[in-house]
């Protein structure tokens, strides 16, 4: 499992959906999730996202305390980049001007970027940037515009990257994300059908020879639960659909039709 911690990113649920795409299974947790509740999860790897504020910013995002110390594997991205840096005795800096859109990447090296060959586009959304790597880090990517597009302290598998891999404008971010993975050694047997099965065992552990009763508004919801509950249970539920008055034209058919 991977854990990313959501620092205000438009972006952050993408991340998430580019990991379900390489079939691994990640959570998505506020920035301020405690040490505990992360450790909970037992992740194999954690991913600071970017964000709209300034690593500078007095009510800035930033992971409960404890969090950077874990012993897994860390990828920060834009805002997560910055924070991994400063946090660890770097130095970042506002630039003269915010740099927002693609910048062409021909200067990498590292575990991030294995298999990967050529020049290819990066997406940027930044006004800060890493001036002074800290100590034990390296730079392994850089642009004309930003010297500091990547670092890596590869003996505690840290690494950050000042672009967004996640979105679809970067050439290859998706193997830079897959190559994080393997970094991370996650296992990469996640399918959305693996959700319906989950739910569908904890139903039946939950109602054993119990009847269920479940009222259907017609909504998205209640009409998904009628559908999950079924397949578990079959002839234990009931589902009884309640005409509140405020449906659409005909709507009232067409549930009773799809139920």
Known sequence: MIVILDFGSQFTRLIARRFRELNAFSVILPSHASLEDIQKLQP??????GGPMSVYDPNGPKPSAGVMELDVPMLGICYGMQFMALSAGGRVEPGEVREYGKAMLSNY??????????????????GDSVTTLPDGYA?????TDTPVTGIEDSSRKRYGIQFH?????????????????????VERNWRT???????????????????????????????????????????QLTAVFVDHGLLRLNE????????
């Open 44 to 49: 194999k790897g954690i991913v600071l996202s």
């Open 109 to 126: 090296s590292g575990a991030l970027f294995d298999g990967v060959t050529g020049d290819f586009q990066a997406w940027m959304s930044h």
């Open 139 to 143: 730079i392994m990517a850089s642009t």
């Open 165 to 185: 891999p996640e979105v679809i404008h970067t050439t290859h971010g998706k193997r830079l994300l897959e190559n994080f993975l393997t970094v991370c050694a």
């Open 193 to 235: 059908e693996t959700i319906v099965e989950d739910l569908i065992a904890d139903i039946r552990a939950r109602v054993g020879t119990d009847r269920v009763l479940l009222a259907v508004s017609g909504g998205v919801d209640s009409s998904t639960l009628a559908l999950l509950l079924s397949r578990a249970i079959g002839s």
């Open 252 to 259: 009232r058919e067409e549930v009773e039709n799809a139920l």
